[in-house]
């Protein structure tokens, strides 16, 4: 089992604003109604990453993704990324004509309608709008144990392709494993055998021994159990610990900024409103008028031309697990992994 999505589509961010729009068309194109089959997998793919393209990026992005000289007009646009998505995924699609795999279309349509540009290139997100809906299974094996296979997951109920080109069933309860076993079984490493995943409060010595949804959180001592992740709000020591995968271990005082010790806090110049790290940052500044100055001549109205300090600023606060915040940036997306760089 394995998703496709969001490897697939290209998506970019407007790094410069025109009256004509960010991409090479001047007329905005028509949100693509997308409605994904088998055959027209690639095509549908296509379109979308087109229309992102073509909404928000300059033409400079859209060549160095094609791979071109000169800008193209979207319909060669969708021809070059239907060809790289054929080329990409040859053998899924390979695999699915023949029967080996199947191909659930509906959740490759419903991951492409939340990855298409609908308001601003650039948004403001607690969580990728995609990112749930595009992690589910799109690609499911269906040859059984002992049928004939080239790749690993055209292997049904995640079992894997042996040296001898034959689907191997991942090993059950009690059987012997090397690293793996069947969904809902951990390998002991004493024993070799499968084991029942556990549930919570029980011992563990990694996140793969217990129940989904669980993970395996150690003590001081070293001593694992499996743990509930705990919600927003709630103390946590590490990504781990929270339900969010993300542990805000503080802010800086007086601000929003995220900060983990207090090196990454600014804090203010005492004769001035500036930003600073250091007291460097300040400059100097005359002792009566606090006008900046570089010696004592530049003091007009007499007294001396002193140093000014930073008053910096710690981080302060308990460790919760808090909102993630991201910026959600067109330009970056899923390129590189539709590009094969994941």
Known sequence: MRSILPAIVVTCSCLAWSAGGCGGSEDPLPLPEVEVTLANLCDEMAEVSCYNMFTCCTGEQIEDVLGIAISLEPADCRRDMALLCQERFAPILWAAQKGSVGVDTLAIGGCLQLMLVRGACFEHVSTIPWEEACEADQVVGTVQPGGACVYGWECANGGFCAPDARCVALPGPGQECDDVCAAGLFCNRRTYRCENQLGSGQAC??????????????????????????????????????????????????????????????????????????????????????????????????????????????????????????????????????????
């Open 205 to 342: 010595n990694d996140s793969s021994f217990c129940q989904a949804g669980l993970f395996c959180k150690f003590d001081g001592e070293g001593a694992g159990a499996c743990t509930s992740p705990r919600a927003v709000g709630q103390p946590c020591e590490g990504d781990q610990d929270c339900a969010t995968s993300y542990c805000q271990p503080g802010v800086c005082a007086g601000s929003t900024l995220e900060c983990f010790e207090n090196s990454d806090c600014p804090g203010q110049c005492v004769g001035s409103d500036s930003s600073c790290f250091s007291d460097y940052d300040c400059g100097s500044r005359c002792s009566i008028s606090h006008d900046p100055c570089y010696s004592d001549y530049d003091c007009t109205e007499g007294g001396s031309c002193v140093p000014d300090t930073c008053d910096q600023q710690g981080c302060s606060g308990q460790p919760v697990c808090a909102e993630r915040w991201l910026i959600l940036d067109y330009c970056e997306g899923t390129l590189g992994m539709f590009l094969g760089e994941d």
